[in-house]
């Protein structure tokens, strides 16, 4: 059985994490390149990014096991392995977030890979598997890409904005969200739906996009971005003074966040199914 540090800092579970994600990322954009043939002579694009999220995700967290055998894990397709004691580190994992992405083959899909301890979010990291692009963040060091600190956009006024959001599954979830889009857009500069939400929060760390709001997302949705978005200095959070959640999300320039969140809250995008 492995050694395991009795304490690790954030900056070591970090160190974990990027290794593990790039190889993850890397086993994505693999199976992808080869896939288009299995596509293309079975037509079962489906089972092809089935198999390729079951396939990263099982190879995370076959490593996890391999280096860290007391923690616990929570991926998208194998839900959590165990409650994690007091004090212990748990991972939280979506394999390839922008799943339709990957199908289609553009380039805005994702690992994201945190690690959380206690339900705080120590440590994450987003590699976007097509472009090899990389965010990282630890609790209290800053959130990073390319060995720049991020900063966040510094626009002020909504009618500004651009803002980035996404669209659940469900087709009632997104006839609601769809309204919230048509009371929102022509409030804002404009609107941008890129289809992985680990990925709109690091645009929004680094102010690729000024703010971005979901409802809906799962907690392997935004662990890693969150982080990154908070540390770049976003406010992230839900409304009428809620956490961040499923019910909503929204990380935005606390000089920002004030107006969208009224927007939205008049809106009721936290309503609905
Ligand atoms: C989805 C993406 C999408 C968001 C959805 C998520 P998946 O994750 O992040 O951008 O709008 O809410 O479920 O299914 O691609 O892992």
Redesign the pocket.
């Given at each position: 059985m492995a050694q395991q540090p009795a304490a690790s800092t954030a900056g070591d579970l970090l160190a974990i994490a990027v290794r593990i994600a790039r190889d993850a990322a890397e086993t994505a954009r693999r199976m992808r390149a080869e896939a288009i043939t299995d596509v293309q002579t079975k037509s079962t694009d489906t089972d092809v990014v089935t198999a390729a999220?079951r396939a990263v995700e099982r190879q995370v967290v076959e490593a996890l096991r391999r280096e860290r055998p007391d923690d616990g894990v929570l991926g998208?397709e194998y839900g959590d392995s165990a409650a994690p004691a007091p004090g212990a580190v748990r991972w939280i994992l979506?394999p390839?977030?922008?799943?339709?992405?990957?199908l289609y083959g553009l380039p805005q899909?994702a690992v994201s890979l945190a690690a959380e301890v206690d339900g705080v979010v120590l440590a994450g990291v987003v590699r976007n598997a097509a472009t090899g692009d990389e965010w990282t963040a630890t609790r209290g060091g800053g959130a990073w890409r390319d060995g720049r600190r991020l900063t966040g956009s510094a626009r002020g006024t909504l009618d500004q904005a651009l803002v980035a959001?996404?669209?659940?599954?469900d087709a009632a979830r997104r006839a609601h969200q769809g309204t919230v889009l048509a009371g929102l857009i022509t409030q804002v500069r404009d609107i941008r739906?890129?289809?992985?939400?680990?990925l709109?929060l690091c645009l929004a760390a680094e102010g690729a996009v000024d703010a971005y709001f979901?409802k809906?997302?799962?907690p392997?949705?935004h662990a890693a971005g969150g982080l990154v978005a908070t540390e770049a200095g976003l406010t992230v959070a839900g409304l009428h003074g809620e956490p961040a959640g499923d019910r909503m999300l929204v990380a935005a320039p606390p000089a920002l966040f004030g107006a969208l969140h009224d927007v939205l809250a008049k809106l009721d995008a936290s309503g609905g199914p």
């Open positions: 999220d998208e979506d390839i977030d922008g799943t339709v992405n990957y899909y959001t996404g669209f659940g599954y739906r890129f289809g992985a939400a680990s709109d979901e809906g997302l799962n392997w949705d």
